[in-house]
C-alpha cells in the first residue's frame, strides 16, 4: 500500500541561471513536474510515493526517472515511449525569485498517455491519490486522469487536487477554467494558489472560496498565500497561519512542498479530509509552510525539497 500515488506530469525544467563568457543566456537542467515535485516532498519527509505518468526514451525522461528512484519514489507505473519527447519548460526568473515559463510541449510526452497504460493497482492501493490540472489540458492524458481519480475514489483513496495553472498549456482561460472546475466534485482535498482563485471559484477571498469548494463537495480546501502564509478550512473550522520571512531564491515548486508537507500529515494522521479540526488545519499548515519555506531558500524545485529532519530542526 503506497501513501501517495500521483498522476501526471515530470519535466525538466530549464532555469535562467546567468549568462556565458559570451553573453549567452544559460539554463540549468532541474527535475519538475508538480505532481513528482509533491512526490518528492512527501517522499523526503518518509512517505511511500509512487508516479504514474510517461516520459520520452530520451536522455531527460532517463534523467527524471534517476531523479524519482534517487528520491525513493517508485517509478513502476512511469512509462519510457519512443515515439515522443520528454517534455520541457524553460523557466525565467525575477529579481524577487518569481517565474515566468515557456513550454516544449506539442505534444510532450506526459499528454500521451493514455488510461490503458496506467498502472491500475497503483490507483488502487494507496491512500491518498493526488494530481493536477496539467495532465487534463489535452487527450489522452485527460481520459486517462478522469478514469484514474474515479478508480480511486471507488477504492476509497483519498482523493487530492491542485490545479495548477500555466497560461499557455490552454487554448483559452475560459477552456482552462471550465475544465479545472470540471472535476472538484471528484475531489476530498483541494489545494488552490491566491491567484488561482478566482479561476477555479470565482470569488476573490480565500473564505468565500473555501465556502464555493465546499458547495460543490470538497471537504477540505486550503488556498496558499504566498508571503501571508496559508489558510486551510474545513466545514465548520478554517485557519490563517504565517508564514516564516526569509530570504527567497526560487519560488518553483514551492506550492508542491507546501502540499507535500500538508499531505505527510494528513496521512501521518490517519484522518479522512472531514474529520480535520481547527487545531489539526493549524498543526499541518505550519509544518505545510515550513517545508515551503526551506524549499524557496534553493534553486529548483526537486532539488530543494527538504527532509524530515530539517523541517524538525527549524521548527524547533
Not at 16 to 27: A, K, P, Q, T, V
Not at 90 to 101: A, C, D, N, P, Y
Not at 173 to 178: D, F
Request: glycine share 10%; proline share 4%.
Amino acid at each position: 500500500m503506497f501513501d501517495i500515488v500521483a498522476l501526471g506530469e515530470l519535466l525538466v525544467d530549464f532555469t535562467y541561471y546567468g549568462r556565458s563568457e559570451n553573453g549567452m543566456r544559460l539554463f540549468e537542467q532541474n527535475p519538475g513536474g508538480a505532481p513528482a515535485n509533491v512526490l518528492c516532498a512527501a517522499s523526503n519527509l518518509g512517505l511511500k510515493t509512487a508516479l504514474i505518468g510517461k516520459v520520452g526514451k530520451d536522455m531527460h525522461g532517463d534523467y527524471l526517472r534517476g531523479v524519482l528512484e534517487e528520491r525513493g519514489v517508485d517509478t513502476g507505473g512511469l512509462i519510457s515511449a519512443e515515439d515522443v519527447f520528454t517534455t520541457l519548460a524553460f523557466v525565467e526568473l525575477s529579481e524577487t525569485g518569481e517565474r515566468h515559463f515557456s513550454f516544449a510541449r506539442k505534444p510532450g510526452a506526459d499528454t500521451t498517455l493514455s488510461a490503458c497504460e496506467v498502472k491500475r493497482e497503483l490507483v488502487e492501493e494507496c491512500r491518498v491519490f493526488h494530481f493536477g490540472s496539467l495532465s487534463l489540458t489535452d487527450e489522452p492524458s485527460r481520459s486517462a486522469t478522469l478514469e484514474a481519480v474515479k478508480a480511486a475514489k471507488k477504492a476509497g483513496a483519498i482523493i487530492s487536487y491542485d490545479p495548477n495553472y500555466r497560461a499557455p498549456l490552454w487554448r483559452s482561460k475560459e477552456e482552462a477554467a471550465t475544465m479545472m472546475q470540471s472535476v472538484i466534485p471528484l475531489t476530498d482535498i483541494v489545494k488552490i494558489s491566491e491567484e488561482e482563485m478566482e479561476l477555479i471559484t470565482g470569488e476573490s477571498s480565500p473564505e468565500a472560496a473555501a465556502r464555493a469548494l465546499f458547495q460543490k463537495g470538497v471537504s477540505c480546501a486550503v488556498v496558499t498565500l504566498g508571503s501571508k502564509g496559508a489558510y486551510a478550512a474545513v466545514e465548520g473550522g478554517s485557519v490563517l497561519v504565517p508564514v516564516a520571512d526569509v530570504p527567497v531564491v526560487d519560488t518553483t515548486g514551492a506550492g508542491d512542498a507546501f502540499w507535500g508537507g500538508f499531505l505527510y500529515q494528513l496521512v501521518r494522521s490517519g484522518l479522512r479530509p472531514h474529520e480535520l479540526d481547527e487545531t489539526q488545519l493549524r498543526e499541518f499548515t505550519e509544518f505545510a509552510n515550513a517545508v515551503a519555506t526551506l524549499c524557496v531558500q534553493k534553486r529548483g524545485g526537486i532539488p530543494a525539497m527538504p527532509t524530515i529532519d530539517m523541517v524538525r530542526e527549524f521548527l524547533g
